[in-house]
């Protein structure tokens, strides 16, 4: 298993979904590594069963390895470890500067059997969330007008002003890190085609975006997210009239913690518990203390840092209804998984993964992801259901388990 983003260094859905996968395969009698990338340890670690290899992180910032035109500095490092472990297969599940296209190359050539699970849509997208211009859910085929065009409005240069810098930067082809970066993205997926053996999606959407972009539909599996199920839920510890509503995650600008922050301002919030199990982005500082000084003026709200994985459960059983409001194309996300597994109804954007996995006033429901105003309303609605008794609660959990996930994939793992 090869991800740039694994424990104890940081946490998040890619790495508990690595985990997860690996012991559950364990378990099973199956020899499992990780190969991550580090910088502090040398050795060979090991978590909790796991054994983890580390290489280095790139340390060549220049331009055309940023961009991915060039590999990473750090490639024959990789290809030692592999070569020395020799599995089977090669299961990726990042694609960074550090761990990119390049290493999935060099897998395949030197012999091995290699897949990638695409768990985000940058993998498609150089804006990230595969939101055209900010606003409209995109067809994401990769091409180099309409991507380059809606990366320079990301890149602070506002419209019509970006469609005209576009223009020129594809005339001249300078400066050249802009010029180049939509093909690098093309190069990126040509690279993928030809290596990978599987690619694995764990959306609907992903799925055809893939085909947009080329990829063999026969070599493309839907396998979608799997959640710790095997939980005895447990009645709320008190019996409150507010409305308990959670936010689990990163405090990013992708996560949409401002959206649900500027629903609350135009409602009545008195009846509102608000409790957000918040996790820092290095990159995002300013984003993550101007929106928890945000919720210190909130009469009800209680914001938690870092809390573990193994007392997520616990927190999402105390809730009435887990919100989930991202601004790009999630494939899970996992939370939504673990909300659904405790019993909990989602109220979720109207994005990617999320939009596939609610079912309307069954166990959750939609939102347009940037109308904060509608939003606010259906808060409003829920705070009233809540004091009238008749807000949905406890819907039928999910029944996909590890279990069933490491089985689909050791099948495919086996077919290779």
């Known amino acids: 298993m090869v991800s740039e983003y694994f424990y104890p260094q940081s946490s998040g859905g890619t790495e508990l979904y690595v985990y997860n996968l690996a012991v559950s395969l364990q378990k099973q009698q199956h020899e499992v590594f990780i190969l991550s990338v580090n910088n502090e340890i040398k050795e060979n670690f090991t978590y909790k069963s796991l054994s983890v290899s580390y290489i280095p992180f790139n340390q060549n910032f220049q331009t055309s390895v940023i961009t991915g035109e060039q590999p990473a500095d750090n490639l024959s490092q990789f290809l030692a470890i592999i070569e020395a472990i020799k599995p089977n297969i090669i299961h990726f599940h990042t694609l960074t500067t550090s761990i990119g296209a390049f290493h999935v190359e060099i897998a395949k050539n030197a012999g091995f059997k290699v897949v990638l699970t695409s768990h985000i849509a940058s993998h498609t997208c150089i804006r990230g969330n595969l939101i055209q211009l900010g606003k409209l859910i995109c067809d994401g085929k990769v091409e180099e007008k309409k991507c380059l065009t809606c990366y320079l409005q990301h890149r602070k240069i506002p419209e019509p002003f970006n469609v005209i810098a576009s223009f020129g930067i594809r005339f001249t082809q300078l400066p050249k890190n802009y010029a180049s970066i939509v093909k690098h993205k093309q190069k990126e997926l040509s690279i993928l085609k030809i290596s990978l053996n599987q690619l694995i999606v764990v959306s609907n959407w992903q799925q055809q975006i893939f085909i947009k972009n080329g990829f063999d539909q026969q070599k493309i599996t839907l396998s979608r997210q799997a959640i710790n199920i095997n939980k005895t839920l447990k009645s709320k510890e008190t019996i409150s009239k507010k409305l308990v509503l959670g936010f689990i995650g990163r405090i990013s600008k992708i996560k949409g913690?401002?959206?649900?922050?500027?629903?609350?301002?135009?409602?009545?919030?008195?009846?509102?518990?608000?409790?957000?199990?918040?996790?820092?982005?290095?990159?995002?500082?300013?984003?993550?203390?101007?929106?928890?000084?945000?919720?210190?003026?909130?009469?009800?709200?209680?914001?938690?840092?870092?809390?573990?994985?193994?007392?997520?459960?616990?927190?999402?059983?105390?809730?009435?209804?887990?919100?989930?409001?991202?601004?790009?194309?999630?494939?899970?996300?996992?939370?939504?998984?673990?909300?659904?597994?405790?019993?909990?109804?989602?109220?979720?954007?109207?994005?990617?993964?999320?939009?596939?996995?609610?079912?309307?006033?069954?166990?959750?429901?939609?939102?347009?992801?940037?109308?904060?105003?509608?939003?606010?309303?259906?808060?409003?609605?829920?705070?009233?259901?809540?004091?009238?008794?008749?807000l949905l609660k406890d819907v039928k959990p999910i029944k996909r388990s590890i279990k069933?996930?490491?089985?689909?994939?050791?099948?495919?793992?086996?077919?290779?």
């Open 257 to 390: 913690l401002h959206v649900l922050l500027a629903s609350l301002k135009q409602i009545f919030t008195e009846n509102i518990e608000l409790r957000i199990a918040a996790i820092q982005v290095k990159d995002e500082l300013d984003y993550y203390h101007q929106h928890k000084q945000q919720t210190e003026i909130l009469p009800n709200c209680i914001w938690i840092e870092n809390l573990p994985n193994e007392n997520i459960g616990d927190f999402i059983q105390q809730l009435d209804i887990l919100c989930v409001p991202s601004q790009g194309l999630e494939t899970g996300p996992f939370v939504v998984y673990e909300s659904l597994a405790q019993g909990v109804p989602v109220l979720g954007s109207d994005l990617g993964g999320i939009a596939e996995l609610i079912s309307e006033g069954k166990n959750g429901w939609l939102f347009p992801h940037q109308n904060e105003k509608y939003l606010g309303s259906l808060l409003t609605s829920f705070m009233a259901q809540k004091l009238e008794g008749k």
């Open 404 to 416: 069933n996930l490491s089985e689909e994939m050791l099948e495919l793992y086996q077919k290779l």
